[in-house]
């Protein structure tokens, strides 16, 4: 029952803007800070962002800050990941992920700190 559905990859062009969608179900979405990552063909699964459990706190990889947002709206049981200015090198397979609530820190690009994994949502940047 416990389940993290990403949605919104696809295919778009340099400079266009994508928003993906990460909805919960099976748990209460607003007891966990939750992380967004991403894994390229070749490479390993890197942090792109992560929100605390309010959302007073966030993280965001060097090479998304100033494109990216991460933002939840735990009525809704969803975090998602607004993608602006997108780039070739964007392209990967994205995730989202629940973070395990033993650390001190209020979110985290560790992939280790979390404990269950959305199936992933390709996107795509080329001309």
């Known amino acids: 029952q416990l389940q993290l559905v990403e949605s919104g990859g696809g295919l778009m062009q340099p400079g266009g803007s994508l928003r993906l969608s990460c909805a919960a179900s099976g748990f209460t979405l607003d007891y966990y800070s939750i992380g967004w990552f991403r894994q390229a063909p070749g490479k390993e699964r890197e942090g792109v962002s992560c929100i605390s459990r309010n959302g007073g706190s966030t993280n965001y990889a060097d090479s998304v800050k100033d494109r990216f947002t991460i933002s939840r709206d735990n009525a809704k049981n969803t975090v998602y990941l607004q993608m602006n200015s997108l780039k070739p090198e964007d392209t990967a397979i994205y995730y989202c992920?629940?973070?395990?609530?033993?650390?001190?820190?209020?979110?985290?690009?560790?992939?280790?700190?979390?404990?269950?994994w959305g199936q992933g949502t390709q996107v795509t940047v080329s001309s």
């Open positions: 992920a629940r973070r395990r609530n033993l650390f001190r820190s209020m979110c985290s690009p560790n992939v280790n700190e979390y404990d269950y």
